[in-house]
Every structure is written in structure tokens, then in C-alpha cells.
């Protein structure tokens, strides 16, 4: 993926121009169309998401209970926490994603850990949000 769209990306601001231009091949861009799974709940997780352009929902059991915009990211639960999708997520528009394979998610968290520790936050908020 381009370097210059990951700096729009919120994730990876900070990042220098050097740290981009190394992340970048790390990242396939995907064009998905409206209504497409991305995720789906209780299955493997192979993938981490960041939602460049689009909406998606995300849906637990039957419930909607997050929209997701650009810069909104998801999957990275099933690659730290445990290896099942806690939701699905489902293109709700045309979309374009950034996707990261686990492998290359774990070389980037190791590589880039001010980046580990932006998903560690969101993945503590969104468990105790579920929680509650």
C-alpha cells in the first residue's frame, strides 16, 4: 500500500516517512462491495482491517452495535486476544479496506510497538464495552 495513504490513516500517524515506506508492503488495499462480510463472528481470524473509505456494521448475534467510518479499524481482536471473530463486520456501502495478514500484523506490532499499544487501548475499550 501507498505510504502516503497510510499517513491519513489515524493508526499510523506519527509514523515517520522511513517507518511508512517499510509498513507499506506489509498492507494489501481491497475495494469491497456494499453488503460483503469482511469479518464474521466465531470464525478464524487470519486478518487485521483498517476501513479507508466506506461504512461497515458490526453485528453481534443479530445486533448492530457499531458503525464503522474511514479510519476505523477491526480484526485485531482475533489476532492478540484469541483466534475466533468476536463480531462480524459487514460492508455496508462500497468500501476500501486496508488489510494486514497475521503475520504481517505481528511483525508491524513488534516493529512498530507505539502501534501495538494504540490496538492493546482500543482492544481493552472495546472488551469493556462489551463487558458492560
Not at 453488503?35 to 482491517?49: C, I, K, M, Q, S
Not at 463486520?89 to 479496506?97: E, F
Not at 486496508?98 to 503475520?103: E, K, L
Request: net charge negative.
Amino acid at each position: 500500500m501507498d505510504a502516503h495513504k497510510l499517513q491519513a490513516v489515524p493508526l499510523f500517524q506519527g509514523l515517520s516517512s522511513k517507518d511508512l515506506d517499510r509498513l507499506g508492503p506489509m498492507i494489501d488495499e481491497v475495494d469491497v462491495g456494499a453488503n460483503r462480510p469482511l469479518a464474521v463472528e466465531d470464525t478464524l481470524g487470519h486478518e487485521f482491517f483498517v476501513l479507508l473509505e466506506g461504512t461497515c456494521e458490526v453485528r453481534v448475534g443479530d445486533e448492530t452495535v457499531a458503525e464503522l467510518h474511514a479510519g476505523d479499524f477491526f480484526g485485531e481482536i482475533a489476532l492478540i486476544e484469541r483466534d475466533r471473530r468476536t463480531a462480524t463486520v459487514v460492508a455496508t456501502t462500497p468500501a476500501k479496506v486496508a488489510v494486514m495478514t497475521r503475520s504481517a500484523f505481528r511483525d508491524m506490532s513488534t516493529r512498530y510497538p507505539e502501534i501495538g499499544e494504540r490496538l492493546r487501548a482500543a482492544i481493552d475499550e472495546r472488551m469493556s464495552r462489551a463487558a458492560s
